[in-house]
């Protein structure tokens, strides 16, 4: 079912008259990002509109091996009143041809620790990447595009890693399969409560991806909960996306 008829249902069946849904758009007509977005910069890759689209590019660089580095473009809402949020996202091949790197969109809940760090308390993050798929009859091979999430049921202690990305495989045409976006392609990536539920989906261009219950952040009404787009990678990889049409659903106050 398509995420935008689930809000619209749910706002009809579900949602007392005084929590009526409004929704903001934001096309990146304008020269600069500015607000509402924030930018937290990885070291190397620039966030900055281009032609219409907030491009996000460059060679993730630290002083640290083998850490992942992170670049995210994210508003800011109130955690009771964040309803949905999508956008289109299209991933363009890296100079090199490698594409290691993780592009995707993410719902957080987050404490800030110091100047520079945030602990993370519950999350749900989707996003493409590609990887080797283990096989028992053929040899591993490199698959493009490959959506796969991320769910933080906890708060993530200082220091200890994020738990792993896992592949959903959706049920398509009566067997599971696994989802894939090529590059150079939009794809729309949609994440929203399922109003009435303690559910949270995620979906791609409208069809449901992956579900998941009981996320801590849906039960706080005083936190505000970080939303947007990020894109992830290890020193030395890099990273060409393009992000537009992001449209973000939330209850209205009177």
């Known amino acids: 079912m398509q995420i935008k008829l689930l809000i619209m249902l749910a706002a009809a069946f579900l949602l007392p008259q005084e929590r009526p849904v409004a929704s903001s758009f934001d096309k990146f007509d304008r020269p600069t990002l500015g607000k509402p977005w924030d930018v937290e ?12 689209a907030l491009v996000v590019k460059g060679r993730f660089l630290s002083s640290r ?3 992942t580095e992170e670049v995210r ?13 999508e956008m289109d996202i299209t ?11 993780r592009v995707g969109m993410f719902v957080s809940r987050e404490k800030r620790t110091s100047a520079l760090d945030s602990q993370v308390l519950s999350q749900i993050a989707v996003a493409r990447f590609a990887c080797q798929i283990p096989d028992h009859t053929v040899a591993a091979k490199q698959v493009d595009g490959i959506m796969s999430v991320r769910v933080v049921n906890e708060p993530i202690t200082a220091g200890h890693p994020m738990p792993s990305w896992t592949i959903p495989l959706p049920d398509r045409y009566g067997m599971p399969c696994v989802v894939t976006r090529p590059a150079c392609k939009k794809f729309r990536l949609g994440i929203a409560r399922v109003l009435g539920t303690n559910r949270t989906m995620v979906s791609v261009d409208g069809e ?3 579900t998941t219950e009981g996320l ?26 393009s992000i537009d049409n992001v449209t973000w659903t939330y209850f209205e106050h009177r």
């Open 65 to 67: 091996p083998a850490v």
């Open 73 to 85: 473009a994210c508003l800011n809402l109130q955690t009771k009143d964040f309803v949905s949020i």
């Open 41 to 52: 910069a990885a070291s190397g890759p620039t966030c900055a509109i281009e032609n219409g």
């Open 208 to 210: 449901e991806l992956f």
């Open 91 to 101: 991933v363009n091949a890296a100079a090199d041809g490698e594409e290691a790197t």
């Open 216 to 241: 801590d952040w849906l039960a706080s009404e005083t936190s505000d909960v970080k939303v947007g787009f990020f894109a992830e990678g290890q020193v030395g990889e890099e990273v060409n996306a």
